[in-house]
Nanobody, 128 residues
Framework: QVQVTESGGGLVQAGGSLRLTCTAS????????VAWFRQAPGKEREGVSC????????YYADSVTGRFTISRDNAKTTIYLQMNNLKPEDTAMYYC?????????????????????WGQGTQVPVPS
């Protein structure tokens, strides 16, 4: 059973940058699709970005395209979300998610029910 844990959240001013880290347990990390979701206060959880198991296929929500970058280091079983030019509307709890057992699929989906492992979340406040 894969487990994921987020870290790196914290307050950042608008226009600033932050990198979130997600570490995963379990074997065969290179068979996991991974994703970042976020949930702002009073809103539903939404997909931010996802990466297929190799990192070659990535997808982004329209709201973060060009500002956020997902990457993964399969040797370290780690996923990153580099967030640049942060805006107040990026304020949310950010969650890492993973889907294991993928083979030969090398892609991902920004939908919650695709993922079977979820972290506890890390907060990113971006005050205006």
């Amino acid at each position: 059973q894969v487990q994921v844990t987020e870290s790196g959240g914290g307050l950042v001013q608008a226009g600033g940058s932050l990198r979130l880290t997600c570490t995963a347990s379990g074997l065969d990390f290179d068979h996991y699709a991974v994703a970042w979701f976020r949930q702002a206060p009073g809103k539903e959880r939404e997909g931010v970005s996802c990466s297929g198991r190799s990192g070659r296929s990535t997808y982004y929500a329209d709201s973060v395209t060009g500002r956020f970058t997902i990457s993964r280091d399969n040797a370290k079983t780690t996923i990153y979300l580099q967030m640049n030019n942060l805006k107040p509307e990026d304020t949310a709890m950010y969650y890492c998610a993973a889907k294991n057992g993928l083979r030969p699929l090398d892609g991902c989906f920004l939908r919650e029910n695709f993922y079977n492992a979820w972290g506890q979340g890390t907060q990113v406040p971006v005050p205006s």
